[in-house]
């Protein structure tokens, strides 16, 4: 119930803040000397700034960016309270000395309690994790490995809460084994205690699926899975995770709160929401690339992905009133005047056979099948001669005769038959209602992924013409942007129907 309490009052907050913030204006930030790609970022509290490529990590100094060789691939990135740098990877944790020297802190020896994949920092707290679990330390040198309660194997994320700075108490968060965890800890002088694990269960596409990132939402922790999205507070035992609508082919890799607005890094680029479970938008260039990482900057965003490195700063608000585009809007399709959702599912179904009626007459033939007998035809000939000679002699008017006698007969005989015979026990179970069965269940799952994916283009494309038809202040370049995002999604409706839905909604391109 918390849950449901608390998303209101996330909203409420988010508007106001959608309200009062300004937008974020999106450039590309050039890093001399670093890939194209990008796997990671940070902001130190002092505005430092840190990235990783394959070949190791940069950071961004008075002199410029100065590379750092790294032994293994970089994976995560973290400032502490200090601006001192952590980097995990594959071949452990290393600290980014003052001087420029890498010094390695890893929580363990073996192989696989080196391969780390994220770092989470607060109040002079470091949390690792990886394939060998969750580790927690104190200063970077004692490590504790997290065990009580969580299973054994591989943590995808991690997230450390602190109550309060004068509190020693505070609480480990991570998803492993496709569940939610919460660890209540405190410190006691220079050590880390740490209490049994505490699931939270999750309702839901988050039920049995990892959370590829943990973000803190004040006390709340926001989880963000793929494709679903929860919000926990304090002390909840069990939250329903939502299902992240996002624009199709899109999944979400991290995720950050700022400005009242969540954002999320996924493989279609960066998605901007005012709520924690959506509508997403897709922001613009030169942001609308895969994002691999997101974090907070100061008073904006940073981002890194496969174009390298993009920040997003508030935009200035303008002393002079924002020009108006209502010429520059194209006339935008009524809402009465396109197909609702429901006559596109049913042209989608009707053009991929995937009509309940085809279910349904395969399920009548069965049951009728029972009753039909099982016809068998037979036919059958058969042929007979009959030859027979006599010889005979007389003796007649004095003389010999011979008497020769020769009969000869053939015979035809053919038989067809017709016959009809039930199994009547098929009339109470066909052995064949298995297959349909089986049949019946691929059809259901095939039919409900083609209405998911159906339903989320539709309605992405509405969202697409309503921001083009509403967007104050929006510019030539952006409006243009979404009229051919619109024009992409109707594409792709389009292939799903058969050229249905092209025949009955206007093209948006100029």
Known sequence: MRLFLLIPLLTLQASVALAAEPPLRWERQRVPGASTELVAVASGPAGELAVADARGALVQTAEGWQRHALRGDAADLAFDARGVLWIAGSAGLARLAPG??????SPGVGERDRRLARISIASGILAVAGEGGVFVSPDGHRWSRAREGLPTGAVNSVLLLVQGVDTPLFELWLSAGGRLYRVPGRREGAELRLDPAERVALRGRGARSDA?????LGRAVLAIGADWVAVVAAGQETAASLPLELPAGARARRGAVHAGRTWLASDRGLLVSGEPGGPWTRVGAPADVAMHALTRSGSGLVAAGVRGLVRGAAAASPSEPAPSHSAERPALPPRSAEPDVRSVQRAALAYLDLDPGRLRALRRGVDRRGWLPTVDLRAGGDLSRDRRRDFDQAFLSGGLRDLFDEEFDRGTDVGVSLVFSWDLGDTV????????????????????????????????????LL????????????????????????????????????????????
């Open 467 to 510: 921001a083009l038809a509403s967007g104050p202040g929006s510019t030539r370049e952006e409006a243009a942007r979404l009229r051919l995002r619109a024009d992409e999604l109707a594409a792709g409706l389009d292939a799903w129907t058969g050229g249905w839905f092209g025949r009955r909604a206007a093209s948006l391109s100029p």
């Open 429 to 464: 179970f066909h052995p064949d209602a298995l297959d349909v069965s089986r049949e019946g269940r691929a059809l259901i799952e095939l039919r409900d992924d083609v209405l998911d994916e159906v339903t989320r283009l539709y309605f992405e494309r509405r969202r697409v």
């Open 212 to 216: 590829l990132d943990l973000v803190p």
């Open 100 to 105: 420029g020297q890498l010094e390695d802190r």
